[in-house]
């Protein structure tokens, strides 16, 4: 919110004890029970947004995802209400930086790397399995807490765009957009999100796929100057090699596999789900990846938790040839996008 909000109570139970950041909608707090307790994070929406219905609705269905969704990988939430200046969140309060800020000060190495991106993905396939798409996985939307051992567990955030799938359980939810309206980060886009189509789990699928690739070498797949340009590459450009992409990393053919795999263009061609995704990446010979300098025998592997147990290993092939239904995908993506281009803009949350 815009107001300094330090010292001041939250629904008459949460004592507000420093501001730790800011985004787009909204800002996050230490906060302690109003009658001690330990310190949790509290985050509020922006005054500009407090009061608006849809704004309020998207902050209301992160509350529902992330309380429902118990999962080491998935950050805690403990309780979230509605206050007059507008709602709330309140959720374990966490030792570390989001997964962006981690990479740009750190350089893990590639056994750690792996078994961070492996953890998002151990998150996600809890969430899908539980009927709840995220739509927006992204580093940004990952934190890295370090634990007291030292060692470093990955936790999703953010389910602000997240999409209930499961009626039964969550109950029909309110919907917020039209058909074609466009949401997410076009670094981390589908071909179908980035086009305005129907989107389900294969879409987190192919963001998470970027995410792996990301930790695994420090950058993006695709990487251009315009946001045109760099949806374009979405639809069209190959799936760059990981060992290509970072000096001196080396990867099993197995890893650079399921890579390919979950950014595959078209949707029936990726894992169906992150369960999926998760049982392939277990399956990979230890270690999946190393820097040149050490034999795979000698990398070490890091001090983290396992947070979730192997699935069930899955077979996963190389990419072939492209298929008539992606030439068909691509013709249909650039009409979107000259759409896209003629007026319609996507939708960044922070």
Not at 89 to 98: A, F, N, R, S
Not at 250 to 268: G, H, I, S
Not at 324 to 336: D, K
Request: proline share 7%; no cysteine.
């Amino acid at each position: 919110m815009a107001a300094d909000l330090v010292g001041q109570i939250i629904d008459g139970r949460y004592r507000v004890l420093a501001k730790l950041g800011a985004g787009g909608a909204g800002a996050v707090y230490r906060a302690e029970r109003a009658g001690g307790g330990p310190h949790v994070a509290l985050k509020m929406l922006h005054d500009e947004y407090g009061t608006d219905p849809e704004s309020q609705e998207r902050f209301a269905r992160e509350g529902r995802a992330l309380s429902g969704l118990q999962h080491p990988n998935i950050v805690g939430v403990v309780d979230f209400g509605m206050t007059p200046e507008g709602p709330f969140l309140v959720m374990e309060l966490l030792d570390g930086m989001p997964l962006d800020a981690f990479l740009e000060q750190h350089e893990p190495p590639p056994a750690l790397a792996f078994e961070l991106g492996k953890q998002v993905v151990a998150g996600l396939a809890y969430a899908h399995a539980q009927g709840v798409l995220h739509r927006d996985m992204k580093t940004e939307n990952v934190f890295v807490a370090r634990l007291a051992d030292g060692s470093y567990v990955a936790k999703i955030l953010d389910f602000g765009l997240a999409k209930f799938v499961d009626d039964e359980r969550w109950g029909p939810a309110k919907k917020l957009t039209m058909m074609g309206a466009i949401f997410g980060s076009p670094a981390y886009m589908s071909p179908e999100q980035a086009t305005g189509q129907k989107v389900d789990m294969r879409s987190d699928v192919y963001s998470t796929g970027i995410v792996l690739f990301e930790v695994l070498t420090g950058t993006w797949p695709f990487v251009a100057e315009e946001q045109m340009e760099m949806m374009r590459m979405h639809l069209v450009a190959p799936v760059p090699g990981l060992a290509a992409t970072k000096d001196g990393l080396e990867v099993r053919p197995e890893l650079q596999a399921v890579v390919e795999r979950a950014m595959e263009k078209m949707p029936d061609r990726r894992f169906a789900n992150a369960g999926e995704m998760l049982a392939a990446l277990h399956a990979i010979p230890q270690p999946a990846a190393w820097l040149r300098s050490a034999a795979p025998s000698q990398a070490a592997r890091p001090n983290v938790p396992a947070n979730a147990a192997p699935a069930q290993p899955g077979a996963v092939s190389a990419r072939s040839g492209p298929p008539i239904g992606l030439i068909v995908g691509i013709v249909a993506g650039f009409a979107l996008l000259g759409l896209i281009a003629a007026g319609a803009l996507y939708l960044l949350l922070g």
